[in-house]
């Protein structure tokens, strides 16, 4: 039982697992006016105030304007907020306070099914977001196309990311109140000190290294940076495989961590 | 099998539940110790017993999703381990809590809740129709959840847990909190699921619930099975017929124990198990000078309280 590998044990998974995608999906379509302003508007406000507004102070950063070294960092923050969130919050009312993992488990789902169902729905929310920001970006006249479109895909990936982390710690919070811990503490700084608004470069070396090694958003910037401007970041080859490490990590963490909360 | 186990009830057909040693420890905490039971096809199985008798635990490991520590369990002939997703396609549960997806309509948790089970939309719909009507809820079909009654909740939930068409219908507490009306009407829909062969097995603290319902039941305590058997033979064992109610004085404690009589004090009135309550009436009013004494026919509640005890559980 003390074995830690038994934290990466492999989900054992069905197709059902859409049916717990479908039930989330349902509740977004019922509400679908308010899920889609956000996503919608968001961009529009930062672009206006700090990429048009603060970025008129600035006349070019890294060899681009200010707006268009910022909409990537937009987009990759919508897609950390949409999938960390989902699974957080939305994820802890489901379970313990509308009771909806119960309800599912006395059917043929297991519960393995019931966290990866809902992992795969946060991507989703991240790739809805995205596929709405990318649009509005193109009229500011920010994006390299054709590069930007595979922005669409990465999403995904992405999305699955902070949708697991976020799950990890709804396996570990005694309460949702202590969700916020990780919001204030991680969520936060991350969206400030992820090379969003300004380069990393800046930040003294150690706090760079800290950036770089732990904060999975510099890596999903770094991303979608090379994609948005049509120019390689030097660190893409080690954000790649990072991310691609740090999925994986998480996934499997975040079904078992819930699995041992949940089956008693 | 071995040949003796199989003889059972009659219907020569084989369980829908067997639990042989079934324990469940919670860490220290033994919530279900070496428990021994069987469940015959078509009958109501009732668990009777305190909270925290370990009444939930077993119907979490009849229904695979709590894992059993210690012993067999058999649900239609399957080991619960490694069948799982098998055995929860065929079981229908009404749990204790209120479980509706309150982000949806009555039809929609209906139906949200048919996927669950592979059924496809063709023949979950016609099948929501027809049970909305067995529940009486056709007319609140596209009403959010939160503006439903307690008792149109339970009703919700007890079509919602018959949408796979279940062999085996385990409730949980199904009429707490309900009021006498909400309460009939659960009990005759499961008079008529009884009737059309369905396996039912239910918890509750209500006696006279398990006495009308069940063919048969256990009472547990402490993780332990006390007594098995069908309610009326286990009020005639444990309570005799009718108990007799009267004050509690040393002359009555005298006269009791010289007809030889069992009987409790309890809250400073006594109360005697008999057979024959009208001897022991006019043998207390008559040789024992007292005012007060009442006779009434024994009930389950009798056997219960004897068997648990009157302490208050938490």
């Known amino acids: 039982m003390n074995n830690p590998l038994r934290f990466l044990a492999l989900p054992r998974l069905t197709p059902r697992v859409f049916h717990v995608w479908q039930r989330n999906r349902d509740v977004f379509v019922k509400t679908y006016r308010v899920n889609f302003l956000p996503p919608f508007l968001e961009p529009i406000l930062y672009?206006?105030?700090?990429?048009?507004?603060?970025?008129?102070?600035?006349?070019?950063?890294?060899?681009?304007?200010?707006?268009?070294?910022?909409?990537?960092?937009?987009?990759?923050?919508?897609?950390?907020?949409?999938?960390?969130?989902?699974?957080?919050?939305?994820?802890?009312?489901?379970?313990?306070?509308?009771?909806?993992f119960d309800a599912i488990i006395a059917t043929p789902l297991t519960i393995d099914e019931v966290i990866v169902g809902e992992i795969l729905w946060g991507a989703t929310r991240a790739f809805i977001n995205t596929l709405i920001m990318l649009p509005v970006l193109f009229l500011f006249g920010v994006l390299d196309?054709?590069?930007?479109?595979?922005?669409?895909?990465?999403?995904?990936?992405?999305?699955?990311?902070?949708?697991?982390?976020?799950?990890?710690?709804?396996?570990?919070?005694?309460?949702?109140?202590?969700?916020?811990?990780p919001t204030f503490l991680f969520i936060t700084p991350m969206f400030l000190f992820s090379g969003t608004f300004f380069p990393l470069t800046l930040l003294p070396k150690f706090v760079q290294y800290l950036a770089v090694a732990l904060l999975p958003l510099t890596h999903v910037v770094t991303v979608i940076r090379s994609l948005t401007l049509g120019i390689p970041s030097p660190l893409l080859p080690v954000s790649l495989v990072w991310l691609s490490a740090a999925t994986v990590l998480a996934f499997l963490l975040a079904v078992n961590l819930m699995k041992r909360r949940l089956v008693v | 099998m071995l040949p003796g186990v199989q003889e059972g009830r009659g219907t020569g057909m084989a369980p829908v539940i067997e639990a042989r040693g079934l324990t469940k420890r919670f860490g220290e905490f033994t919530a279900v110790d070496h428990v021994t039971f069987r469940v015959e096809p078509g009958e109501v199985f009732g668990f009777l017993g305190p909270n925290g008798a370990g009444k939930t635990t077993t119907m979490r490991m009849i229904q695979c999703v709590s894992p059993k520590t210690e012993g067999s369990l058999q649900v239609f002939g399957m080991e619960v381990d490694g069948h799982e997703s098998e055995i929860k396609r065929r079981i229908g549960f009404v749990p204790q809590e209120n479980n509706l997806d309150p982000d949806f309509t009555v039809y929609m948790n209906l139906l949200v809740y048919s996927r669950y089970f592979d059924i496809p939309r063709e023949e979950a719909d016609p099948m929501i129709r027809e049970l909305l009507s067995f529940v009486e809820l056709s007319e609140k079909r596209d009403t959010p959840i939160e503006k439903l009654s307690g008792g149109m909740k339970r009703r919700l939930i007890l079509a919602?847990?018959?949408?796979?068409?279940?062999?085996?219908?385990?409730?949980?507490?199904?009429?707490?909190?309900?009021?006498?009306?909400?309460?009939?009407?659960?009990?005759?829909?499961?008079?008529?699921?009884?009737?059309?062969?369905?396996?039912?097995?239910?918890?509750?603290?209500?006696?006279?619930?398990?006495?009308?319902?069940?063919?048969?039941?256990?009472?547990?305590?402490?993780?332990?099975?006390?007594?098995?058997?069908?309610?009326?033979?286990?009020?005639?064992?444990?309570?005799?017929?009718?108990?007799?109610?009267?004050?509690?004085?040393?002359?009555?404690?005298?006269?009791?124990?010289?007809?030889?009589?069992?009987?409790?004090?309890?809250?400073?009135?006594?109360?005697?198990?008999?057979?024959?309550?009208?001897?022991?009436?006019?043998?207390?009013?008559?040789?024992?000078?007292?005012?007060?004494?009442a006779a009434r026919p024994a009930t389950l509640e009798d056997v219960f309280l004897r068997l648990t005890g009157r302490k208050l559980r938490e």
Not at chain 1, 165 to 177: K, V
Not at chain 2, 228 to 241: F, I, M, S, W, Y
């Open chain 2, 160 to 293: 919602r847990a018959l949408i796979n068409q279940p062999q085996l219908l385990i409730l949980d507490e199904p009429t707490v909190g309900l009021d006498p009306q909400a309460r009939h009407l659960i009990w005759e829909r499961l008079r008529e699921l009884r009737s059309r062969g369905n396996t039912i097995v239910l918890t509750t603290h209500y006696l006279e619930e398990a006495e009308r319902l069940c063919d048969r039941l256990v009472i547990m305590d402490r993780g332990g099975i006390l007594v098995e058997g069908q309610p009326r033979d286990l009020v005639l064992k444990h309570a005799g017929t009718h108990v007799v109610e009267t004050d509690d004085t040393p002359e009555v404690r005298q006269c009791l124990e010289r007809l030889g009589t069992r009987y409790e004090s309890i809250g400073g009135m006594i109360q005697a198990y008999t057979d024959a309550p009208r001897d022991v009436t006019r043998t207390l009013v008559g040789e024992c000078q007292l005012g007060h004494v």
């Open chain 1, 47 to 100: 672009l206006l105030s700090l990429g048009f507004g603060v970025g008129s102070f600035i006349p070019e950063i890294a060899g681009v304007s200010y707006a268009q070294y910022i909409a990537p960092a937009l987009v990759s923050i919508s897609i950390m907020n949409a999938g960390f969130f989902e699974c957080t919050y939305a994820s802890y009312v489901r379970m313990y306070y509308q009771k909806t």
């Open chain 1, 145 to 181: 196309l054709p590069w930007s479109l595979l922005v669409i895909p990465f999403a995904i990936w992405a999305g699955l990311l902070f949708a697991a982390i976020g799950m990890c710690f709804t396996a570990l919070t005694p309460g949702i109140d202590t969700l916020n811990l």
